[in-house]
């Protein structure tokens, strides 16, 4: 170890220390019932990790969406991270990022009218106001909530990283765990996400043993899918789109991203034979006029042939609604969409396991 990593881990891990007896203290109030849980009359799936962001929460909560919707009337309540409002927020077609948060905002874009999206602070009082508005909703599915255990689950599921097993991290701020992986055993789902393309199945068999799950809980392996390059203003934009695959080493390309974890999205874009130029901001970012003049001036340096930008789906929700966006840019930027896929051919088992757990619980009063 480095002289910088000891003197890291001589005052931050004290710090974790500290950060994990509290997390152990709240965690037994729960379990001994010092602190109750709040049940509810309709199944709730609660998605969330233990990792400090970056695991692909959003795109799983689109998945499961996508694949219950047509079964059950859904309603999806978050926190809305980083948006300027508080309390109960009902997303409308109206509402901004700034409103109801980012993700909010792309999940109930993406399936607007067949999903209602609620953000409040307190989850509790989320769920019961959007059940009193739509009270034809029969399925609550609650964004990044693991932690958030006022909210009795009816199935709790936990995203992991591939790349970043928790099994190898610590708890903050010496690492990036909010609890230990002991906590793991509160899920009855964990998704490893960001797999590698073609993972070995010796891999998985040895992720399985680390993580070290009960008999009563289902491990899954899903990965990202990146669809065709879509222009983040569709009235501005060529009638033609670019690909990544027709770009040569005469083009280049600006990189933008402001997610958890960008790596593997850079990767699969340099995966291109354009020469990228890379500007990466932290997490929810949301750009100012500043971050605006940058980017212009970044890309009017380019010497390419045929130069665009490239950015993520979360990036390209805070940069439509951006009110300092250049209008020079607005044809050449594009962002590329992601979905889930389950590996191992279990996206069936995944939804029938789901499914059997919905329909199994039981109708509840408020307690």
Same mark, same amino acid.
């Given at each position: ?8 881990? +001589?005052?931050? =891990?004290?710090?974790?220390? #500290?950060?994990?007896?509290?997390? $152990? #203290?709240? @965690? ?17 799936? %609660? ?12 795109? /799983? ?19 809305? $991270? ?14 901004? &990022? ?9 999940? $109930? ?12 602070? @307190?989850?509790? !009082? ?9 009270? *034809?909703?029969? +399925? ?20 992991? !990283?591939?790349?970043?097993? #928790?099994?190898?991290? /610590? +708890? +903050? ?5 909010? !609890? ?29 043993? @680390? ?9 899954? $392996? ?9 222009? %983040? ?8 789109? &670019? ?7 005469r083009d280049m390309v600006l990189i933008v991203a402001g997610i958890g974890n960008p790596k593997p999205f850079v990767k699969y874009v340099r995966q291109s034979r354009a020469r990228a130029w890379i500007n990466l901001f932290p997490d929810h970012h949301y750009f100012t006029k500043k971050d605006m003049n ?36 607005? &044809? =050449? ?12 051919? !279990?996206?069936?088992?995944?939804? *029938? ?15």
């Open positions: 170890m480095s002289g910088k990593g000891i003197l890291k881990k +001589l005052i931050l =891990y004290p710090l974790s220390l #500290v950060y994990g007896a509290v997390v $152990y #203290v709240r @965690n037994k109030l729960f379990d001994w019932h010092v602190l109750s849980q709040q049940s509810f009359n309709v199944p709730v799936i %609660v998605v969330g990790n233990i990792s400090a962001g970056g695991t692909g929460k959003t795109p /799983h909560v689109e998945y499961l969406v996508e694949m219950l919707r047509n079964g059950y009337k859904i309603g999806v309540v978050s926190r809305g $991270y980083k948006r300027t409002t508080k309390g109960f927020v009902m997303a409308t077609r109206k509402s901004t &990022p700034l409103d109801i948060g980012d993700e909010p905002y792309q999940i $109930y874009h993406k399936f607007m009218g067949d999903v209602s999206v609620a953000v409040c602070e @307190n989850r509790v !009082e989320g769920i019961n106001e959007l059940l009193r508005v739509e009270p *034809d909703i029969n +399925l609550i599915i609650l964004d990044d909530a693991f932690q958030h255990r006022f909210v009795k689950p009816t199935v709790a599921i936990v995203i992991t !990283e591939f790349g970043r097993p #928790v099994f190898k991290d /610590h +708890l +903050l701020p010496y690492g990036r765990l909010r !609890e230990s992986k002991n906590a793991l055993s509160r899920a009855d789902i964990v998704i490893v996400s960001k797999c590698p393309n073609t993972p070995k199945g010796v891999d998985m068999m040895l992720y399985d043993r @680390n993580l070290d799950l009960f008999p009563y809980q289902k491990s899954f $392996y899903s990965k990202f899918e990146y669809g065709s390059l879509k222009p %983040v203003f569709p009235e501005k934009a060529p009638s033609a789109a &670019p690909t990544l695959e027709w770009l040569t080493d940058l980017l212009e001036s970044r890309f009017s340096a380019m010497t390419g042939t045929n130069n665009i930008i490239v950015t993520t789906e979360k990036d390209a929700v805070r940069m439509s609604n951006c009110p300092y966006f250049p209008e020079t840019l607005k &044809p =050449y930027i594009y962002y590329l969409p992601i979905k889930v896929k389950v590996l191992r051919n !279990e996206a069936t088992a995944l939804q *029938d396991m789901l499914v059997k757990c919905i329909n199994k619980a039981p109708e509840k009063e408020h307690s």
